[in-house]
């Protein structure tokens, strides 16, 4: 990450859109870390306080949240920036979804973010967080950073609880902000689209930038952090459900190719145009979720199907593939 690239113009506004984000049917928050272990393990830090007076940072859970704080007080004009990502927030799971965090921040200064489809060493991806002049805001880096907007009408407060939801689905991005304990907003306070980033990791950063004028410890702290996917892993026909509808279509189609857009019979997320074992095994690994239809006789059969079917995409794909996971 370039520090010089956290000394930000405000440069542009955006056109927003309103798109329809989510499904009829609600997907589940998956709970990526609520800290309550007094751990970190399944973060990876990237401590650029390293080297300088005022690291190296520090990666604390033992409170039971995790708190980002570098060991000094960062000089005026000068930067610390401690970010931590998600080991497996790379999966295409993870591509189209909602993160969702409790933040806080004690010392004037420090900017407390989410970030989706970023790539932290580069650093590239969406930010979406509070600013040293307690606004909330929005902003790109591809590398270059870019912000976007500060929202309207919310006023961050130090030493308060705040939620965070920043969302990217498809190339709409989207920004939720509310005072703990308040009442959650019913639609998000920032809307736009953009297509620079569709992949990559999440994970959450505190830093001091170079527009702070007080020396200052760089002091972030998160807790609760839920991602909740887009769309249902397995689910080919957008029902909300992995079913046996969902089996057959892959089962009736396997080996077919076609656009990558969703629209091939039985192709699952992330759609690529072909259906193969990667179907197959998101239908398998998911089965059961939403509110399946009614199967007249699963188990054995089901069974059955599955074993052809993998015995068939086994012979036509011996060799793994990138992006292949278990
Ligand atoms: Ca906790
Ligand atoms: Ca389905
Ligand atoms: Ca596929």
New binding site residues.
């Given amino acids: 990450m370039k520090p010089s690239l956290f000394t930000l113009p405000i440069c542009c506004s955006i056109v927003l859109s309103l798109a329809a984000m989510r499904g009829a049917h609600a997907i589940e928050p998956i709970l990526i870390d609520d800290f309550d272990d007094g751990d970190d393990v399944g973060w990876t830090h990237v401590d650029l306080t390293l080297g300088t007076p005022w690291g190296s940072g520090t990666f604390d859970a033992t409170s039971e949240s995790y708190v980002l704080q570098s060991a000094g007080e960062v000089g005026v004009g000068q930067l610390g920036i401690l970010v931590s990502t998600w080991n497996t927030s790379d999966e295409p799971l993870f591509n189209d979804g909602y993160l969702r965090a409790r933040v806080r921040s004690d010392t004037p200064g420090t900017n407390v973010k989410l970030m989706l489809r970023a790539d932290a060493d580069a650093p590239t991806g969406y930010f979406f967080g509070t600013t040293e002049f307690d606004e909330f805001s929005f902003f790109r880096c591809d590398p270059e950073c870019t912000r976007f907007t500060t929202l309207p009408g919310v006023q961050f407060q130090r030493g308060r609880d705040w939620q965070i939801e920043a969302g990217a689905v498809g190339d709409q991005l989207t920004m939720k902000v509310w005072a703990d304990g308040e009442p959650i907003p019913s639609a998000p306070q920032l809307t736009l689209a953009d297509s620079t980033h569709s992949s990559g990791q999440f994970g959450v950063l505190a830093y001091i930038g170079g527009n702070w004028q007080v020396p200052a410890q760089v002091n972030g702290v998160f807790d609760d952090i839920y991602f909740t996917p887009a769309f249902q892993p397995g689910d080919t026909n957008g029902d909300g459900n992995v079913d046996i509808n969902d089996l057959n279509a892959v089962r009736n189609n396997f080996g077919a190719t076609g656009a990558a857009d969703g629209s091939l019979v039985g192709?699952?997320v992330p759609?690529?145009g072909?259906?193969?074992i990667?179907?197959l095994n998101a239908v398998r690994n998911h089965f059961g979720a939403g509110t399946p239809a009614a199967v007249p006789e699963p188990g054995a059969g089901m069974m059955a199907v599955f074993g052809v079917a993998a015995a068939f995409a086994t012979r036509r794909w011996r060799q793994p593939r990138r992006g292949d996971r278990e």
């Fill in positions: 192709d699952t759609w690529d072909q259906l193969n990667d179907d």
